[in-house]
């Protein structure tokens, strides 16, 4: 899906435009004036229509006049999990966005979990925990085990999922 985004100027008396790569804003603002005939330089840059993940990246790093073109490039070769971590990373730790930056180096586990108790069940269930027979897995506090899980790690919600992430 296409990404339209909109150059709306500072200056009162011009008129923005929608855009969809860095090649058509270079176009329409080579002859964009105000009212008066001057040149207009300087836009807030709106993220218009796209796909949720890529509304959720453009918040995250705060779009700007300086950062469209390299968001416009990252969203579109990026897989979804590569921009979970931008999200991440950016809007809930307060990494600066750089498009130079493996996603991955953030050292970010993302879990596909919507609560603290769903992945204490999980930890259990993959032997986090060690072996646990049977016949005790009915004694096990899960609720406790999620209040220490919170701890280190944190909720979020992104593009509408719920997740669970820790930041190493």
């Not at 500072?10 to 090649?23: C, L, P, Q, R």
């Not at 040149?39 to 840059?45: A, L």
Request: aromatic share 14%; net charge negative; proline share 3%.
């Amino acid at each position: 899906m296409t990404i339209t985004l909109h150059a709306q100027p500072y200056d009162i008396s011009a008129k923005g435009f929608y855009f969809t790569s860095s090649e058509d804003y270079d176009e329409k603002i080579k002859n964009l004036t105000n009212a008066f005939g001057d040149p207009v330089e300087e836009f807030e840059i709106q993220f218009i229509d796209g796909q949720r993940m890529d509304c959720e990246l453009a918040k995250a790093i705060g779009i700007n006049q300086a950062n469209f073109a390299d968001f416009l490039e990252c969203a579109k070769a990026w897989e979804d999990w590569q921009k979970t971590n931008v999200i991440i990373a950016t809007g809930e730790l307060g990494y600066s966005f750089d498009p130079q930056d493996d996603p991955d180096h953030y050292g970010i586990d993302v879990y596909g979990v919507s609560t603290m108790r769903e992945l204490a069940v999980q930890f259990v269930d993959e032997g986090l925990f060690g072996e646990v027979p049977e016949q005790f897995q009915f004694y096990i506090d899960y609720d406790a085990i999620a209040r220490d899980l919170a701890v280190e790690y944190s909720e979020v919600e992104i593009a509408g999922e719920r997740l669970i992430y820790r930041a190493s």
